[in-house]
């Protein structure tokens, strides 16, 4: 359970497990067996720098900035092993200050229960009455990833993470375009329609090769709430020897409302 919130917090906790692709022409959806080939288009030096500019303005005008959010997600996920989750969580959160999980399950009894901050992670789990508390490099030791709090609120929201102005190619298909991004961290392919610039994919593949890390994002669904694009349908897939899927289906959720973030521990429980 304390894996499975993890895995809802972050979406990237299963990295350490994936393989890398190797050829960025093409994008493979692990859901099926689709490739979408990308058409690369021979312009002159000047309008290829003013499509990928246009493109990334827009990703970044995207953005969503919100002082609170709060929301429930349906949460299916299936294991390497083939084992299936279907969980409930509700999140909250103050940007750039909490991230608060409430975990149940089908029988809508709270299993867990996390309260993030810049500073630490704390854990109620309900199941084994135990209270873990950690430091936030927490975060970074279990994902091998340089997260922070903003960062992985940033994924909540379904913002772009790991990708920056530093774009060395792009990419165009029917209805879409994709810009590579290479970071310190990640090269990141990022597919967005052409029209809107909203995001419609992401797919992460570590700098260092052997590391052999990689992930797929796809967003969907995307309604328009209070003047706000926000994609309701998440869909991770990790795929090496073994296979990981995570469905995210966020319902009621709401920006920039007065929230509680309620955590107390039990006197009764172990303390890790």
């Known amino acids: 359970m ?12 299963i990295f350490p497990s ?10 493979i959806i692990p859901t099926d067996t689709t490739v979408v ?13 003013a499509i990928i500019k246009n493109n990334y303005e827009g990703i970044k005008n995207n953005l969503i900035k919100v002082t609170t959010f709060s929301a429930k997600i349906d949460v299916k996920y299936k294991d390497a ?9 509700n999140i909250r959160m103050y940007y750039d200050s909490v991230i608060w999980v409430s975990v149940t399950g089908a029988l809508g009894i709270e299993g867990l229960r996390a309260y993030i901050t810049k500073d630490s992670v704390k854990l109620i789990d309900k199941q084994n009455k135990v209270f873990t508390t950690k430091s936030v490099s927490y975060l970074q030791e279990i994902t091998e990833l340089p997260l922070d709090l903003v960062s992985l609120q940033d994924l909540l929201l379904g ?13 165009r298909s029917e209805g879409a375009v994709s810009l590579l991004s290479n970071g ?3 090269k990141n392919l990022l597919t967005v329609d052409a029209g809107n610039q909203l995001t419609l994919s992401s797919k992460l593949d570590d700098t260092v090769e052997s590391r052999s890390r990689t992930c797929f994002l796809s967003y969907s669904e995307y309604e328009n709430k209070k003047g706000v694009n ?3 349908n998440r869909v991770i897939n990790v795929a090496e020897k073994k296979r990981l899927d995570i469905e995210l289906e966020f319902k009621n959720y709401n920006f920039n409302e007065t929230l509680s973030f309620p955590f107390s521990v039990p006197k009764n ?4």
């Open 2 to 13: 304390k894996q499975l919130v993890i895995l809802i917090i972050t979406g990237l906790i």
């Open 18 to 27: 994936c393989r890398s692709a190797k050829n960025i022409q093409k994008v």
């Open 37 to 49: 080939e990308t058409i690369q288009v021979d312009l002159p030096k000047e309008d290829s720098v």
């Open 81 to 89: 092993e083939g084992k299936k989750y279907d969980v409930n969580a």
């Open 159 to 171: 913002n772009p993470v790991f990708f920056d102005s530093s774009i060395s190619s792009f990419s």
């Open 184 to 186: 310190s961290y990640f």
């Open 230 to 232: 926000f994609s309701v």
């Open 269 to 272: 429980y172990k303390r890790n």
